[in-house]
């Protein structure tokens, strides 16, 4: 091996190598594969595209770009490559869309939070409501302190 690079967004390792018979170099791209196994047990690959279409019925008529959605879904494939794990369950994944969504959009958060976490009453959105509105004002509390 001459050389080693991490390249598309770190989910893949670009190696640069050099025949020992010939001395031709060439190149090879070693990426990780990431499963998730839907409710009926099978699995497919990980799909940025996925997480995008199922983010963008939430957004709907809100103020989120294709960039932002883009943006999102990388984040979410690096917080679950980030596990470590070659396999997760296709509900972890939208539960690791919650947290990057809320900060996106909070209108979008909670119409996705209200499928994910399997809201059942008017109760389950108030909580969520209560917990958004209860973080808002520590972040403005912290922001008062900072000044």
């Known amino acids: 091996m001459v050389d080693s690079r991490v390249a598309d967004d770190g989910s893949a390792i670009r190696r640069r190598r050099q025949c ?3 001395e031709r170099r060439f190149t090879t791209v070693e990426t990780t594969s990431l499963t ?3 409710r009926s047990g099978i699995g497919e690959p990980f799909s940025r595209g996925k ?7 939430a957004c709907q008529g809100r103020p989120v770009t294709e960039d932002d959605l883009a943006l999102l879904a990388q984040e979410v494939e ?3 490559r980030g596990a470590g794990s070659a396999e997760i369950e296709a ?19 909670l ?4 499928v994910y976490q399997a809201f059942e ?3 389950d959105f108030e909580h969520a ?3 958004l509105r209860h973080e808002a004002e520590l972040k403005s509390a912290a922001a008062r302190q900072d000044a």
């Open 78 to 80: 690096e917080s679950i």
């Open 121 to 123: 009453s008017l109760e």
């Open 20 to 22: 020992p018979s010939c």
């Open 111 to 114: 119409r996705f939070a209200s």
């Open 91 to 109: 509900h972890e994944v939208g539960l690791a869309i919650l947290g990057p969504l809320q900060k996106l959009d909070k209108i979008a958060y």
């Open 129 to 131: 409501i209560e917990l």
């Open 36 to 38: 998730v196994i839907k």
């Open 51 to 57: 997480v995008i279409n199922g983010v963008r019925k």
